[in-house]
């Protein structure tokens, strides 16, 4: 893409159509490249939003409760959250395991959301039960922190900036995360049309990424006497599972430690590093190469192409869902994790 096409206004239609009514995007929510995120944290609705996770929010009581735990999951493309493939892969299989939300009402549209035949319980999202645990359900959102879904669709009696956003720019891999108007880009244009980043664009995204780490293990640090276990649900090699992982998550899993910036090398923390063992990162390489195995296995037994490309491409888009975490053979191991909780003596 040319610097033309990477405009702010050249970007605002495909943005606003990420945001599924009734709700509508802010057009200053909208941070393409490191740079805006690190302008982003000083937004006044994000930096608002931010000190009310950071301090304010703790978990709804839910009477009868005998253990609460935590799961954290990624912020999707199209907001709000819970309408994505993904959420929806996700909370069926809790609802599948049977997990079921307390109730709330679903603002009205977005029923529209959802397939044939699937639950209406998929857009519910306040907290869930099942044999007096409580699950409290998060997503980890770039440049939110941390999103609890009882927010995902309202804040304060208002729009909640959760479903009000469009923050692609961290994902420095799409080649498409710059800001070339701005005078502090530092992005090469390449040949096939992509950019890459220059010291520029590493720089502000280690401060954003620490800065939202910081937050990060602040809210969790803070809620953790609340749960007995926080479990984090995130794909490997993106930004959420970086805000997450410690040192030797980073060396075993080849999750950049280091970006080289205008001020030279800046090493990137994660929550784990500052708070160790707060959360349990899933899914595991060991659960992913099962879950791959699996796929292959009902691949074969379905009729369909089980060659190891195609079962690459299939578990890459979730066949369907997205992304793999919203596969079947993955969220075994997730739903495996929250029964041995249940399970645990009380």
């Not at 509508?24 to 393409?32: E, G, I, N, Q």
């Not at 409290?136 to 909640?160: C, K, N, T």
């Not at 080649?175 to 502090?184: I, K, L, N, Q, W």
């Not at 010291?199 to 401060?207: D, Q, S, T, V």
């Amino acid at each position: 893409m040319n610097a033309e096409t990477l405009t702010r206004q050249a970007r605002l239609t495909a943005s606003a159509r990420k945001i599924r009514p009734p709700f509508a995007l802010d057009p200053d929510l909208r941070f393409y490249s490191p740079q805006e995120n690190l302008d982003a944290l000083r937004h006044p609705r994000v930096a608002s939003w931010l000190e009310f996770i950071r301090r304010e929010w703790t978990p709804t009581p839910v009477p009868g409760a005998v253990g609460r735990i935590a799961l954290l999951v990624p912020c999707t493309k199209y907001k709000p959250y819970p309408t994505s493939r993904e959420h929806r892969g996700i909370n069926s299989a809790l609802l599948d395991a049977g997990w079921a939300p307390i109730g709330g009402p679903v603002p009205d549209g977005l029923e529209k959301c959802l397939d044939s035949g699937e639950d209406g319980r998929l857009l519910d999202v306040t907290p869930m039960v099942r044999e007096g645990f409580v699950l409290d359900r998060f997503i980890v959102s770039e440049p939110l922190g941390l999103v609890p879904y009882e927010h995902a669709y309202w804040w304060r009696g208002e729009q909640s900036p959760a479903t009000s956003y469009d923050d692609p720019g961290l994902f420095e891999s799409r080649g498409t995360s710059v800001s070339p108007y701005r005078d502090d880009c530092t992005a090469v244009p390449l040949r096939d049309g992509t950019w890459r980043w220059g010291p520029g664009e590493r720089e502000a995204y280690a401060e954003v990424h620490n800065a939202l780490v910081d937050v990060l293990a602040a809210v969790l640090g803070r809620l953790a006497p609340s749960y007995a276990g926080i479990g984090a649900w995130v794909s490997p090699g993106l930004t959420h599972v970086s805000f997450l992982a410690d040192r030797e998550r980073r060396r075993t899993d080849g999750i950049p430690a280091v970006k080289h910036g205008v001020s030279g090398p800046r090493t990137l923390t994660g929550v784990l590093d500052l708070l160790p063992g707060v959360v349990t990162l899933m899914p595991t390489r060991a659960q992913l190469e099962a879950a791959t195995e699996a796929l292959r296995e009902r691949l074969s037994g379905q009729g369909r192409s089980a060659t190891p490309g195609s079962v690459r491409s299939i578990f890459a888009r979730g066949d369907g869902r997205d992304t793999p975490l919203a596969l079947p053979e993955t969220l075994t191991h997730l739903i495996g994790w929250l029964d041995a909780w249940t399970a645990a003596p009380r």
